[in-house]
């Protein structure tokens, strides 16, 4: 009897641990119960935040409650058990998904790379036997034209008659070797060139960028790690970076 394919037994384990996931009854009603009111407590959430004003006490006591308010609802929200375990399962079914992906595409990239690169090593090998050939045969026609043009020269220098002379010259300087071509075969393959950077002088590089602005934008900063930096070393100061310190 012949062995199933791994990669279908994977799709079907992927399968199972799809219809794993499904969110029954039960649990639609759990999530419908905890999560209905803070939707319906968002609808003030929102309606405040549009018209909020501060010009005294009372209007800070309303914003702060409404604060402690909305920090409790995301708590819920984000600690929510039975919405957690449809995340996390998800996650295991997507990560479960990207393995059976993987478990077809990464072998079918390795064969396709060992089969092609036989024959772009012909193709390469072909062409450069065409380029030899052409330079050899472009030297010929080359060599075979100066000798023309030499020997119309020689038979200008020996007439008397500066008609003759004449015509010679032109004939020898519309002497011209002609440009051989010599096509190299190719398989068929689907190719395409792409530059790649090999490597980077980061000080080259960077000082290149006070001369030409335009290359600034392939410089990404982070700012995120500026801030991290500056909140881990307050008296830290960069020469071009303004830093603020906000109350969140």
Same mark, same amino acid.
């Given at each position: 009897?012949?062995?199933?394919? !791994?990669?279908? #037994?994977q ?23 905890t ?6 407590r968002?609808?003030? $959430?929102?309606k405040?935040?549009r018209?909020? #004003? ?6 800070a006591d !309303?914003a ?14 984000e600690?929510n @058990?039975?919405?957690s375990?449809?995340?996390?399962g998800?996650? +295991? ?10 478990l077809?595409v990464?072998?079918?990239?390795? $064969? ?5 690169q036989?024959?772009? @090593?012909w193709?390469? @090998?072909?062409?450069?036997k065409?380029? @030899? ?16 043009q030499?020997?119309l ?10 008609e003759? +002379?004449e015509? $010679?010259?032109e004939q ?12 190299a ?9 792409a530059?790649?950077v090999?490597?980077?002088?980061e000080?080259?590089f $960077?000082g ?10 392939? #410089? ?11 909140a881990?070393?307050?008296s830290m100061?960069?020469?071009? #970076? ?5 109350t969140?």
């Amino acid at each position: 009897m012949e062995t199933e394919r !791994v990669e279908l #037994v994977q799709v079907n384990k992927l399968v199972e641990a799809t219809n794993a996931v499904a969110v029954s009854n039960p649990i639609r009603e759990e999530l419908i119960r905890t999560l209905s009111p803070v939707a319906e407590r968002m609808a003030g $959430y929102e309606k405040l935040a549009r018209v909020i #004003v501060v010009k005294e006490q009372a209007d800070a006591d !309303v914003a702060a409650k409404a604060d402690k308010e909305i920090a409790a609802d995301i708590k819920l929200v984000e600690g929510n @058990d039975v919405l957690s375990k449809i995340i996390r399962g998800l996650d +295991q079914l997507h990560g479960k998904a990207v393995a059976v992906r993987s478990l077809f595409v990464g072998p079918m990239k390795g $064969y396709r790379k060992t089969i092609r690169q036989p024959v772009l @090593d012909w193709e390469a @090998d072909e062409k450069k036997k065409a380029d @030899d050939l052409a330079r050899k045969l472009n030297a010929e026609a080359a060599a075979k034209a100066a000798r023309e043009q030499a020997a119309l020269l020689k038979k200008a220098d020996a007439v008397k008659a500066p008609e003759k +002379q004449e015509a $010679y010259r032109e004939q020898a300087a519309a002497t011209v070797a002609p440009t051989v071509h010599v096509p190299a075969p190719k398989s068929g393959l689907r190719v395409s060139k792409a530059w790649t950077v090999k490597g980077i002088n980061e000080a080259e590089f $960077y000082g290149a960028l006070v001369n030409n602005p335009s290359f600034r934008g392939f #410089v990404e900063i982070n700012k995120i790690r500026l801030a991290r930096a500056k909140a881990a070393n307050p008296s830290m100061e960069i020469l071009g #970076v303004v830093f603020e310190q906000v109350t969140r």
